[in-house]
């Protein structure tokens, strides 16, 4: 069994100087309530990205009046800064999806091997096929989250690069042009 990642601030409108780490058990996984709380609210940052891409802007452009600017144009600092955040917090939520995909998969594959040791016990046959039946619902919801991660991560891509049309993550940082190209051709890295 994979051990649950452990994940970074929840607050990231804001993120504190001590994030709240969160542990993503199994039981996360197979409360779906819990699971899509936790991954809207790791969502926040694609949903505000122009918001937070105009406070970053303007945040740069006061560091830069005062003289206490990193060397560099202030919408490039401003865009790079972004697309850093945008990288962490989508390897977060692969991470958590990821994981969940591979708990609810093990379940299935325990609810089958119950199933076919059943044989010849109607009653507890049907009450494993019934298991399996919502084990199968929830491994469904828990998959989708995989297409609205590409969904996410494109739209996000779309306002960002309309915000920051001459952005291209650094050659050296290899784990952004990952994701940069990932985005680009709308896969998951």
Not at 34 to 60: C, G, H, P, V, W
């Amino acid at each position: 069994m994979p051990s649950p990642p452990p994940l970074g601030s929840l607050a990231v409108q804001a993120p504190s100087l001590t994030p709240q780490l969160v542990y993503v058990s199994p039981t996360t996984c197979h409360n779906l309530s819990l699971f899509k709380d936790l991954l809207r609210e790791y969502r926040r940052l694609d949903d505000t990205i122009t918001m937070r891409l105009n406070r970053s802007n303007a945040q740069f452009r006061d560091r830069d009046r005062v003289g206490s600017n990193k060397k560099g144009n202030v919408q490039d600092l401003a865009c790079e800064y972004i697309w850093k955040e945008l990288v962490e917090n989508w390897k977060r939520r692969t991470e958590i999806v990821d994981y969940c995909v591979n708990i609810v998969d093990q379940s299935m594959n325990e609810k089958r091997r119950v199933l076919e040791g059943q044989q010849g016990d109607a009653r507890a046959q049907r009450k494993a096929q019934a298991d399996l039946f919502a084990e199968e619902v929830k491994r469904n919801q828990v998959h989708n989250e995989l297409s609205v991660e590409r969904i996410i991560r494109k739209r996000s891509l779309d306002a960002f690069q309309s915000r920051c049309r001459y952005f291209t993550p650094p050659m050296n940082d290899v784990e952004a042009r990952k994701w940069w190209d990932a985005a680009q051709s709308q896969e998951a890295p």
